[in-house]
């Protein structure tokens, strides 16, 4: 696609319930990266990407939270056992490379936990 | 680890006047230092970016940006602002880690 599309658009869960939300980057770029946006603050970096491996994933806060990636494309974000302060918007964003290419934002997955 | 500081969380300004938005980061090493705007109910978008080369940088909209080794900051100003320029400006790094790492923002009011 020409840019990248990240689905769900909303998702409104169940605390405890698991989530997948997914992320899929422009063609090509070998770097992927996940935030965390919460209403008024700022992005929170969760994980990054380097085709299918995971260099950085120091952002993830805590063990409920995993993400993969395969085929050097899609990447799911998964979300096990949520809870009401996991109600964010997550953000996907990909370059082209690592280095100073830009990244692209996707719309976002807006997560409701009630 | 990296981090960014944006030290003004919001800015208030009237249309016309000029206006600074501050960025300050923590590594000394070789960044890539990059301005992103969020306009209201939309996705982040690229202002501008310094990789190497010239201190000063230009970017869309008339915004520009000066990379200062020496202080680690790397400053967003505009000489004359539009209403249109309401929005919430974020300034990242990406270190030797390729980690890209976002401040907490700055939401730059613009008055008429």
């Known amino acids: 696609g020409a840019g990248v599309s990240q689905s769900p658009s909303n998702k409104v869960t169940e605390k405890g319930k698991d989530v997948e939300l997914r992320c899929d980057p422009i063609?090509?770029?070998?770097?992927l990266y996940w935030y965390r946006q919460s209403l008024g603050q700022g992005l929170e970096f969760l994980i990054y990407?380097?085709?299918?491996?995971?260099?950085?994933k120091s952002g993830l806060p805590s063990d409920r939270f995993s993400a993969e990636r395969t085929g050097g494309s899609v990447s799911t974000l998964t979300i096990q056992r949520t809870q009401q302060e996991d109600s964010a918007v997550y953000l996907c964003?990909?370059?082209?490379?690592?280095?100073?290419?830009?990244?692209?934002f996707g719309q976002g997955t807006r997560l409701t936990v009630v | 680890a990296q981090s960014v500081t944006q030290l003004d969380s919001q800015v208030p300004v009237f249309e016309e006047a000029p206006v600074e938005l501050r960025c300050n980061y923590s590594?000394?090493?070789?960044?890539?230092l990059f301005w992103y705007v969020q306009y209201p109910n939309q996705g982040l978008q690229l202002l501008l970016k310094?990789?190497?080369?010239?201190?000063l940088v230009k970017g869309i909209n008339g915004f520009e940006a000066e990379f200062n080794k020496s202080q680690t900051s790397f400053h967003l100003r505009k000489p004359s602002v539009h209403i249109s320029d309401t929005a919430e400006y974020f300034c990242?790094?990406?270190?030797?880690?390729?980690?890209?790492?976002f401040g907490s923002g700055t939401r730059l009011l613009v008055r008429p």
């Open positions: 990242a790094v990406k270190d030797s880690s390729y980690t890209l790492i």
């Open positions: 964003a990909s370059s082209l490379t690592r280095e100073g290419a830009e990244a692209f």
């Open positions: 310094y990789l190497s080369g010239s201190t």
């Open positions: 063609s090509g770029h070998t770097a």
């Open positions: 590594s000394s090493v070789s960044v890539y």
């Open positions: 990407f380097q085709g299918n491996s995971a260099p950085d």
